[in-house]
């Protein structure tokens, strides 16, 4: 076969294996067998193995999984991937209908979806082949699985147009795969997964694609992310277009006239949530029609436009076989239920938290009991009530103690709190959940250095506070379980990449008490230096907006802790930042161009990311808003700037490229 003809035979394979592909997995009606599809494959794998040059990134071979990687590269967004809002009654979504219509009138439609459990993705396609996928994150940068994502079947690897967008779904496992899955972890004696949901995002952060190809997954796709020219004026002609392109969307999708119609719909999908072959937790509300969506517009978190309800939380009976006490970095002790194990809204439950004594005491709980549980918001695993009927007279009383279970020294309560402390600055516990919360994503955002390895850490006597982290050596990280070279170097370059952090995470990290994130950012900014921080008195302190005098008398009580004054310092002596490297909110926006207008970003920047350009933005009194309508005063336009360009040219509002944006921000 010459390479003329390979590329002809190659481009029929593709055609003919993505329709055959189409057919089986997101349509669920096979036209050929197995054995056909399988016959074809083997030919184009073979035929690509003796032309390399012609295999391509689309080609249906390449779900069999990549190479190994060594890590997954962050992505960032170029529209955030926003969270929901929460309705967990009939009320909940009255009042949300209430907001909408007091913005749009009382003309509304809503489009209802299942809310699938699993793991929010983007996919972003060029020219109609997949280029990209990305997880969600933090709604603003999530991290490249681009690879594992191929491995689904029912993801087009080619659209059925050449068109180039950005669409969003939630990748998740099968009911069928998931029983599969565990019953092979089993045989193999491994831990089996909790639930489907854990099991679909363990599968794609998998470093070997050829895992995540084992483990069929499967995916919705529930939204383009930016119209752009697709012409589409609302949320159910988008579900339409996704359909025509080719891509796998939710059918039991519902195009309701009102929000007793959506109601309405509340108890079939409670009824038949046991029955759908994939694991859901309630249903996404969204308005239908795009340009109510823009005018609603966002919230910092979550689209005005659009509510989850969450499914009325499931309550099932086990026993309480015994109550183990934690003790957390604040010292505070925290009794939790050991039961024996259930199955509540898709989840194998063994723990569930019984927050302090006095809870224990008002719920009349005894060791031994049987025990109502459920998953508060489907989250959180909680005792609702004990069945008394059932006691044996073997059941015994619990009896909190009053020395510490970590490191023996007395317990104490605190006036107005409900909660047994143990104040022992060396206590190991508090140490160990500190540096546990020193190095979490939120504080140092430290990767690989999990609460597995710290506390590896913590038991070989490697680590004793925060320092500690920054003086690991490489061999001492190779002698611990499960740390090969790869690992060893990437934790230890995510260590040195700390040391640049700004201040407000360091702050956080530190743990002080009643300084939580919020706090710590408006400290860095006020103070911009660890040092004028150590030195602020309680005047200082509560004279900021957010500081009360409580947060106050603690950060001062901190900060004249000589131990904390002998950690900062060798801090400061192992190169750590301990400088504010945010955008400090002037004095007086009086004379910014940005104070008290309404801006919307669009397009890619080249200077820096819509994030950053927001951040400095809103430091300089503007407000930063996702659509565009009338009352935006502004729009700073980027490459490929798309609708909303658009819709502002149309509206005579103000438009700016980037470089006018730096000159003001320069100004």
């Given at each position: 076969m010459d390479k003329q003809t390979a590329q002809s035979r190659i481009q029929?394979?593709?055609?003919?294996?993505?329709?055959?592909?189409?057919?089986?997995?997101?349509?669920?009606?096979?036209?050929?067998?197995?054995?056909?599809?399988?016959?074809?494959?083997?030919?184009?794998?073979?035929?690509?193995?003796?032309?390399?040059?012609?295999?391509?990134?689309?080609?249906?071979?390449?779900?069999?999984?990549?190479?190994?990687?060594?890590?997954?590269?962050?992505?960032?967004?170029?529209?955030?991937?926003?969270?929901?809002?929460?309705?967990?009654?009939?009320?909940?979504?009255?009042?949300?209908?209430?907001?909408?219509?007091?913005?749009?009138?009382?003309?509304?439609?809503?489009?209802?979806?299942?809310?699938?459990?699993?793991?929010?993705?983007?996919?972003?396609?060029?020219?109609?082949?997949?280029?990209?996928?990305?997880?969600?994150?933090?709604?603003?940068?999530?991290?490249?699985?681009?690879?594992?994502?191929?491995?689904?079947?029912?993801?087009?690897?080619?659209?059925?147009?050449?068109?180039?967008?950005?669409?969003?779904?939630?990748?998740?496992?099968?009911?069928?795969?998931?029983?599969?899955?565990?019953?092979?972890?089993?045989?193999?004696?491994?831990?089996?997964?909790?639930?489907?949901?854990?099991?679909?995002?363990?599968?794609?952060?998998?470093?070997?694609?050829?895992?995540?190809?084992?483990?069929?997954?499967?995916?919705?796709?529930?939204?383009?992310?930016?119209?752009?020219?697709?012409?589409?004026?609302?949320?159910?002609?988008?579900?339409?277009?996704?359909?025509?392109?080719?891509?796998?969307?939710?059918?039991e999708r519902r195009l309701c006239q009102s929000i007793d119609e959506v109601i309405s719909l509340l108890d079939e999908f409670v009824q038949r949530r046991p029955e759908l072959p994939y694991e859901i937790d309630g249903l996404v509300i969204k308005v239908d029609q795009l340009n109510q969506q823009e005018e609603l517009g966002y919230t910092a978190k979550s689209p005005r436009w659009a509510i989850a309800y969450k499914f009325p939380a499931e309550e099932v009976v086990t026993k309480l076989v015994d109550i183990e006490l934690t003790v957390g970095r604040t010292g505070v002790l925290t009794p939790t239920a050991i039961l024996e194990p259930v199955r509540v809204a898709g989840t194998t439950v063994k723990r569930a938290s019984l927050h302090n004594e006095d809870l224990i005491r008002e719920k009349d709980i005894k060791i031994g009991d049987t025990v109502v549980i459920k998953k508060a918001g489907d989250i959180i695993p909680e005792v609702v009530n004990v069945l008394v009927e059932k006691r044996t007279g073997d059941e015994r009383d619990f009896h909190m103690p009053k020395e510490c279970p970590e490191c023996g020294s007395e317990l104490v309560r605190i006036e107005g709190e409900v909660a047994l402390r143990c104040v022992n600055p060396k206590c190991p516990a508090q140490i160990r959940e500190g540096l546990i919360h020193f190095v979490s994503r939120n504080a140092m955002n430290i990767d690989g250095l999990g609460e597995r390895v710290i506390t590896q850490l913590f038991n070989h006597q490697l680590i004793d506070d925060v320092a500690d982290l920054y003086k690991l050596e490489r061999g001492q990280l190779l002698n611990l379980e499960r740390m090969g070279e790869k690992s060893t170097d990437n934790l230890l370059?995510?260590?040195?990449?700390?040391?640049?952090?700004?201040?407000?995470?360091?702050?956080?990290?530190?743990?002080?008490?009643?300084?939580?994130?919020?706090?710590?950012?408006?400290?860095?900014?006020?103070?911009?230096?660890?040092?004028?921080?150590?030195?602020?008195?309680?005047?200082?302190?509560?004279?900021?907006?957010?500081?009360?005098?409580?947060?106050?008398?603690?950060?001062?009580?901190?900060?004249?802790?000589?131990?904390?004054?002998?950690?900062?310092?060798?801090?400061?002596?192992?190169?750590?930042?301990?400088?504010?490297?945010?955008?400090?909110?002037?004095?007086?926006?009086?004379?910014?161009?940005?104070?008290?207008?309404?801006?919307?970003?669009?397009?890619?920047?080249?200077?820096?990311?819509?994030?950053?350009?927001?951040?400095?933005?809103?430091?300089?009194?503007?407000?930063?808003?996702?659509?565009?309508?009338?009352?935006?005063?502004l729009v700073i336009a980027g490459e490929a700037a798309g609708s909303k360009l658009t819709k502002a040219q149309e509206l005579n509002i103000e438009v700016w490229d980037e470089a006018r944006m730096l000159q003001e921000f320069q100004s």
């Open positions: 029929a394979l593709h055609e003919q294996l993505n329709q055959y592909n189409y057919e089986y997995y997101v349509l669920d009606n096979p036209s050929v067998p197995d054995s056909e599809y399988d016959r074809l494959m083997q030919e184009l794998i073979q035929i690509e193995e003796a032309f390399p040059e012609l295999k391509s990134a689309d080609s249906p071979s390449q779900r069999v999984g990549g190479q190994v990687l060594d890590a997954f590269q962050k992505v960032e967004h170029r529209i955030p991937m926003l969270s929901l809002g929460n309705a967990f009654n009939e009320q909940d979504l009255r009042d949300f209908d209430r907001r909408v219509k007091q913005v749009v009138g009382e003309n509304v439609q809503y489009t209802v979806e299942l809310k699938i459990d699993g793991l929010a993705v983007s996919l972003r396609y060029e020219n109609g082949v997949f280029v990209q996928g990305a997880t969600r994150g933090d709604g603003t940068t999530g991290e490249d699985i681009t690879e594992n994502l191929k491995t689904i079947r029912s993801i087009p690897l080619r659209l059925k147009k050449d068109v180039t967008l950005e669409v969003r779904g939630e990748a998740f496992m099968p009911k069928k795969s998931f029983e599969a899955l565990n019953e092979e972890r089993s045989k193999l004696n491994e831990e089996p997964f909790a639930n489907p949901r854990n099991a679909a995002a363990g599968s794609l952060r998998q470093l070997d694609p050829k895992i995540a190809a084992k483990r069929n997954l499967d995916i919705f796709v529930y939204s383009i992310a930016d119209i752009g020219e697709t012409g589409v004026t609302s949320h159910s002609e988008g579900l339409q277009l996704l359909d025509e392109l080719g891509f796998k969307t939710n059918k370059n995510a260590i040195e990449r700390s040391k640049e952090n700004s201040l407000e995470r360091l702050i956080f990290g530190l743990g002080i008490r009643h300084v939580g994130e919020k706090a710590a950012k408006t400290l860095a900014e006020q103070f911009e230096t660890m040092d004028r921080l150590q030195q602020a008195t309680k005047e200082d302190l509560v004279a900021i907006n957010e500081i009360g005098e409580k947060m106050a008398d603690s950060i001062v009580t901190y900060f004249a802790n000589d131990e904390v004054s002998e950690v900062i310092q060798e801090l400061k002596d192992l190169g750590l930042n301990m400088a504010y490297k945010g955008v400090k909110r002037e004095e007086s926006l009086s004379d910014s161009y940005f104070s008290g207008k309404t801006i919307v970003l669009t397009g890619k920047y080249e200077s820096m990311s819509r994030n950053e350009a927001k951040a400095q933005i809103e430091a300089l009194g503007g407000k930063v808003t996702g659509s565009v309508s009338a009352k935006t005063d």
